[in-house]
């Protein structure tokens, strides 16, 4: 599905940092930070500085959320001084579950202009 496409699930404008793992070249595990600035259950649209594979498996986690779960990489466009990220959930991120619509609530009233 391109970055366009109408998709049947919300998706919340966030403002939010989140951090990805993933084993990189050689085997040595890699860190990079990230802003999540647009999430839904099935994937999430970061801006970062780095450049990231597509396809790569990361493991995403924040303070918020603390572990969001295991994403796919689909795609990485420069825009500007960053990259803008697209990620898909392995497994759809249960937005609805209690605690983390409490966590949710919070971050949209965090990320709303005041």
Known sequence: MSKGSKRPEDRHKVDFPVFLSFQGAGGAIQRVTARCVDLSPSGAR?????RLAIRENVLV??????????????????????????????????????????????????SSPR
Do not use: N, W
């Open 46 to 50: 970061l801006e970062t500085k780095d």
């Open 61 to 110: 986690h924040s303070e918020k959320f603390g572990r969001m779960g295991l994403a796919s990489i689909r795609y990485c466009v420069r825009e500007g001084m960053k990259y803008s990220v697209g990620m898909q959930f392995s497994a759809i991120l249960k937005l609805s579950d209690p605690v983390r619509k409490k966590i949710l609530d919070g971050v949209l009233s965090e």
